[in-house]
Every structure is written in C-alpha cells, then in structure tokens.
C-alpha cells in the first residue's frame, strides 16, 4: 500500500504538491518571484506582523492568458501568500485554469445576499476554495465589481497579516 502512494505521488505532476503560479509556488524564495516576474518591486513590509517580513508587487502578469496584477508576500525568504486580481470578465478563463492546473476545487459556491436598503440590489458573490493541509487558494467575485481575486496562503496567514505588532 506505501509502495502505491509513494508511486502515486511521484507520477502526480508538480502543481499536485503546491500551489504555484507561473513558476512561483508557496514555500517558494524571493528568487524565484524575481525570476518569474523581473519587474516585480520587492521591499519591506510595511508594518510589522509575524506573517510576512517582505512583498513583492508586479504590475501585471499573465494567468492562463489573463491579465492579472500579483503582490507575492514572504517570510524569511520563503513565499507565505500571493494575492492576485483580476478583471470580472476574465472569471471563465481564470476558473477553466485553475481547473486544468490544481483540479476540482473542494468548494464551490455562488451565494446571494439580500439588500439592507431598497434602493439596492441583492449582493453575488461567487467563490472557489482549494485545500492542501495548511495551503489554500481562495477564489472570490463579487458579480456586480469590475474585479475578482485569488487568494493563496498557508497556515494562518490571511488572519495575521493584519495583526500589526
């Protein structure tokens, strides 16, 4: 039975092992973001928190053939999230390929909120989750913004980030 795992694990490609983005991948180095993304600005954080030490901001990338803009967040030279965003148009696409390179998502969901006011429409908002252990990719659109985002952390980052110390 190891021996099928361990094989099964061998033959799954690399995307099965990490979330990872045009060749940056959780866990990764702030070398690899600089590769992947030469214009990438890399520079202290701006406040202190225990989840990241450093960013590094793109003005623009290529995901699945979708213009989306990247801010890679590290720790100790290792990458603890990326958050990424892109036009609402663009949601088919990015869905299709985040589809193709991490499979079906544990989660997927279009939820409506009703309107507080009369003057205003009820809120949808749709989201996909992923989930390795502790990593996660988080897919949000809200359907009447011009903007969705993808949200990709380990561990408790997307709580402590705001945690200033």
């Known amino acids: 039975m190891k021996k099928i795992l361990l094989a099964a694990l061998l033959v799954l490609p690399p995307a099965a092992h990490a979330y990872e983005v ?9 070398a690899d973001v600089r590769k992947s993304f030469p214009a990438a600005r890399c520079k202290p954080l701006e406040w202190k928190t225990d989840a990241a030490d ?4 793109d003005a623009r990338i290529s995901l699945g053939g979708s213009e989306a ?3 890679v967040f590290l720790k100790a030279d290792v990458v603890q999230a990326m958050d990424l965003r892109f036009e609402l148009k663009e949601l088919e696409r ?7 390179t991490w499979g079906a998502p544990q989660a ?5 909120f009703p309107s507080t006011s009369k003057d205003k429409k009820d809120r949808s908002v749709y989201s996909m989750r992923w989930e390795k252990g502790s ?5 949000t659109a809200q359907m009447d913004k011009k903007r969705a985002t993808l949200e990709i952390s380990r561990g408790s980052f997307p709580v402590e980030i705001y945690k200033v110390k």
């Open 22 to 30: 045009n060749g940056v991948k959780l866990g990764g180095r702030e």
């Open 54 to 57: 450093r960013r590094c901001d």
């Open 69 to 71: 803009r990247i801010t």
């Open 94 to 100: 990015v869905k299709q390929t985040l589809r193709g």
């Open 108 to 112: 997927e969901a279009t939820e409506t």
């Open 135 to 139: 990593d996660r990719a988080v897919l």
